[in-house]
């Protein structure tokens, strides 16, 4: 079975079709408390099946994925065919990350010490070209790093520093 396939039947059952057919099928004319219980129980039963399903249908899309961009774009293995150049692309795919953070580094502590003066964003509202520049690079990088959560929950950090910020360049001004 192809996994386009398994997605089709696993959308085209769904699972309204699935609670509706154990509610027919334990659903009695009159029903006790217990009866009650039981029929809710199915019912969280038959709903989780079809999470752990979904969720191997998303282990394996992921795993088609990774197989996919290899094929296309080949590993590391491969480039390891190339004497010299393949070390050499193997090596630099592996200094940008650490390259990445460094510079990012050196760009805010560039910035915010006031070492390089940025106008991060025009009087009249909006940004700068510098100003997006910067801070896209920051999320950018930051959030590969570190993932989003973690850019989610210092967002509100740094847009309070940069409004102390602007509301002291303009005491100053």
Not at 20 to 38: G, I
Not at 98 to 121: A, E
């Amino acid at each position: 079975m192809t996994f386009v396939s398994k997605i089709m039947d696993f959308f085209g059952g769904g699972i309204v079709s699935t609670i509706t057919d154990t509610v027919k099928e334990y659903f009695p004319p009159s029903m006790s408390e217990a009866e009650k219980a039981e029929l809710a129980a199915r019912i969280r039963e038959a709903e989780h099946k079809r999470e752990v399903e979904l969720m191997e249908l998303a282990v394996e899309a992921d795993k088609e994925v990774t197989r996919r961009a290899a094929e296309l774009e080949g590993t590391a293995a491969d480039l390891k065919a190339l004497p010299f150049v393949g070390s050499f692309i193997i090596f630099i795919r592996g200094c940008q990350r650490p390259l990445w953070g460094v510079f990012t580094m050196y760009l805010d502590w560039q910035v915010f010490s006031g070492g390089w003066q940025v106008q991060l964003s025009a009087e009249q509202g909006g940004w700068t070209p510098h100003g997006l520049a910067f801070w896209s690079v920051n999320l950018l990088v930051l959030g590969f790093l570190f993932g989003e959560r973690t850019v989610k929950n210092l967002l509100p950090l740094v847009t309070q520093f940069m409004a102390t910020r602007s509301t002291a360049r303009e005491a100053k001004g």
